[in-house]
C-alpha cells in the first residue's frame, strides 16, 4: 500500500525560507517518478519540480528555477523541497506525487498536501 506522509510548510515573510518533506511507504525511488506539485488559490494544479530516477538531476518549473531545491533521501525513502528566496506568488498548497507504470496503466499517488503561505 502506498502512503505518501507529508510535514513542513506553514506562514513565512517574503523573502523567507521553508523546507517540506514527504516520506513515502510502499514506494521505490528506482520505479517511481517523485514529483512536487502546488495548487494556489484560484489556480490549477502545477508542477513544481520532480525527478523520474535517484540518478537524475531534478527538473523545476521557470518560475522556482534558482529558488528550490528538490532533494531525496533514498534511506529514509523521502524527498524534500527546500525553499528559498519566497514569493507571495509562492502561497498555494503544495502536494508530493509518485508516480508508476504497470502494465501499460498509470498510477497515482498524492501526500495529503501542506500549506504554504507567505506574507508580510
Known amino acids: 500500500q502506498v502512503q505518501l506522509v507529508q510535514s513542513g510548510g506553514g506562514l513565512v515573510q517574503p523573502g523567507g525560507s521553508l523546507r517540506l518533506s514527504c516520506a513515502a511507504s510502499?514506494?521505490?525511488?528506482?520505479?517511481?517518478?517523485m514529483s512536487w506539485y502546488r495548487q494556489g488559490p484560484g489556480k490549477d494544479r502545477e508542477l513544481v519540480a520532480f525527478?523520474?530516477?535517484?540518478?537524475?538531476?531534478?527538473i523545476y518549473a521557470n518560475s522556482v528555477k534558482g529558488r528550490f531545491t528538490f532533494s531525496s533521501d533514498n534511506a529514509k525513502n523521502t524527498i524534500y523541497l527546500q525553499m528559498d528566496s519566497l514569493k507571495p506568488e509562492d502561497t498555494a498548497v503544495y502536494y508530493c506525487?509518485?508516480?508508476?507504470?504497470?502494465?501499460?496503466?498509470?498510477?497515482?499517488?498524492w501526500g495529503q498536501g501542506t500549506q504554504v503561505t507567505v506574507s508580510s
Open positions: 506525487n509518485a508516480r508508476t507504470v504497470k502494465e501499460n496503466k498509470e498510477y497515482d499517488y
Open positions: 510502499g514506494v521505490t525511488f528506482t520505479t517511481h517518478a
Open positions: 525527478i523520474t530516477s535517484p540518478h537524475d538531476s531534478p
